[in-house]
Nanobody, 123 residues
Framework: QRQLVESGGGLVQAGGSLRLSCVAS????????LGWFRQAPGKEREFVAT????????VYADSVKGRFTISRDNAKNTVYLQMNSLKPEDTAVYYC????????????????WGQGTQVTVSS
């Protein structure tokens, strides 16, 4: 069974930075890609970024391009999300997910999720 554990969330001022981590364990070989989504109160879960395990090809949502960077460390089974120039509208619970599909930019492409980590950006 695959398990995903996120960490790194917190409270930061607008313009600041945070780095989220997602450690994958279990049947990671069956995951083609890992991705980050976020969900703000009263809103649907939305795509942020995704990356393939093998080639490291990234895909970003338009709202985070140029500010966020997704990367992975295969040896550590970990995917990172470096978030710079944070804005109050980035406030949400951030979830890591595993997908056997590509490109994995919709919630339905994912079959495993972590518990989420809260990111709050103050103005």
């Amino acid at each position: 069974q695959r398990q995903l554990v996120e960490s790194g969330g917190g409270l930061v001022q607008a313009g600041g930075s945070l780095r989220l981590s997602c450690v994958a364990s279990g049947r990671t070989f069956s995951s083609y890609a890992l991705g980050w989504f976020r969900q703000a109160p009263g809103k649907e879960r939305e795509f942020v970024a995704t990356i393939t395990w093998t080639s490291g090809v990234p895909v970003y949502a338009d709202s985070v391009k140029g500010r966020f960077t997704i990367s992975r460390d295969n040896a550590k089974n970990t995917v990172y999300l470096q978030m710079n120039s944070l804005k109050p509208e980035d406030t949400a619970v951030y979830y890591c997910g595993a997908s056997g599909k590509w490109p994995a930019v919709v919630v339905g492409s994912y079959n495993s999720w972590g518990q989420g980590t809260q990111v709050t950006v103050s103005s």
